[in-house]
């Protein structure tokens, strides 16, 4: 029942786990070498993750909608990788029932208002005027935007397609958002260190020395994806004789939702061994972003030898195969993060330099907000002087006519009598 939403979701890296029923467990006490034979005794429903996209609500739910069509969910089972990208099976929308696209009718229109506040949000911050909001919605390509109110199957290839190709790119951003992490980090202390006298600029220097080595002296990492790191997998966290390894009974081991194929989430579940020898949350000397990265670039690299036919997905075949070759049984050292250089001095420099000019605009609107500042103050102060010179020159002439026997003024001229007694 799941491979339909694996192909859909998993090729997009998202809705990796989500099952059309309860996810059933593997029993952790009993002798996971006869997993086969396992009737499963334990439900639990597993959320799907965050993709990271900014239309990520809208998709979930567009899913969750369009599952509740037999007709629609009995393609999407029989459907592959290139129906689905290729925008065929979005053709079968017009099948679904009239309570389903009513129900997708909705979310569109919802996810287009909430597009244009978005727009207007941005317009205001930008105190820009007169602008085209239809024609602004037209750089959101995962909807149709020329028809607002209608969910329709060119919406459906539009998601698809959109979030396919995001999500193609989601691992790139994040390795470029982890160079840019630590030019900042190194920038930083750079900048602390110049405000620092000569013996403490030395001692702040061996510090990060011996905290650099400190963080490097640790046990040898196994490839990931090797024999030697999936052994260790088997005996320290399946608690398994590593003589009785066996490779299909690890894969069913390791793939918790049961549907054949072990997703990204699964696959880097299984480094977990391996970044706790390198990172601690109690050392100072350990980052977990950086250990996040590590165990980004163990997934990517164990995908890039495994999976085959990059649906990102590792079948059972693809898996056996990985396990006949050599780099499998004999593969190279594997270098940690702490082994390599993120950025060159130039980088950084190029980096310093684009964070310098973003504070002197950053200084620059401070300034000119000030001086708005002050230039509201002045008017505000010239209004309330003008305000108490404005009830000088009334008090002065009450006080003359009441010298000149006249009675005073109301507020709006008229003239006050007190009563006889």
Known sequence: MMRWRNILLQYCFLLITCLLTALEAVPID??????????PVESAKIEPPDT??????????????????????????????EEIKSGRLSKELDLVSHHVRTKLDELKRQEVGRLRMLIKAK?????????????????FDHLNHLNPDKFESTDL?????AATSDLEHYDKTRHEEFKKYEMMKEHERREYLKTLNEEKRKEEESKFEEMKKKHENHPKVNHPGSKDQLKEVW???????????????????????????????????????????????KNEEDDMVEMEEERLRMREH??????????RLVTLEEFLKATEKKEFL??????????????TEEELKEYENIIALQESELKKKADELQKQKEELQRQHDQLEAQKLEYHQV????????????????????????????
């Not at 009993?30 to 009737?39: C, E, F, P, R, S």
């Not at 290839?157 to 397609?161: P, Q, R, V």
């Not at 398994?240 to 894969?251: I, R, V």
Request: charged share 35%; net charge negative.
């Open 123 to 139: 317009l205001d911050s930008l105190q820009d005027i007169g602008m085209d909001h239809q024609a602004l919605l037209k750089q």
């Open 302 to 311: 164990v995908m890039n030898e495994v999976d085959t036919n990059k649906d």
């Open 394 to 421: 009334i008090q002065q002439m009450e006080q003359k006519k009441l010298q000149q026997g006249i009675p005073p003024s109301g507020p709006a001229g008229e003239l006050k009598f007190e009563p006889h007694i």
């Open 52 to 81: 990271g996209l900014y239309y990520d609500e809208y998709l979930k739910q567009v899913i969750d909608v369009l599952e509740t069509d037999k007709h629609f969910r009995e393609k999407l089972q029989k459907a592959d990788i």
């Open 330 to 343: 004999e593969p190279d050292s594997w270098e940690t993060l702490d082994q390599q250089q993120f950025f």
């Open 235 to 281: 005996e320290e966290t399946d608690g398994l004789d590593p003589n009785d390894f066996d490779p299909k009974t690890f894969f069913k081991l390791h793939d918790v939702n049961s549907d054949g194929f072990l997703d990204e989430q699964e696959l880097e579940a299984l480094f977990t061994k391996e970044l706790e020898k390198v990172y601690d949350p």
């Open 157 to 161: 290839d539009m998601l698809i397609k």
């Open 30 to 39: 009993i002798d996971k070498t006869k997993v086969q034979n396992i009737h």
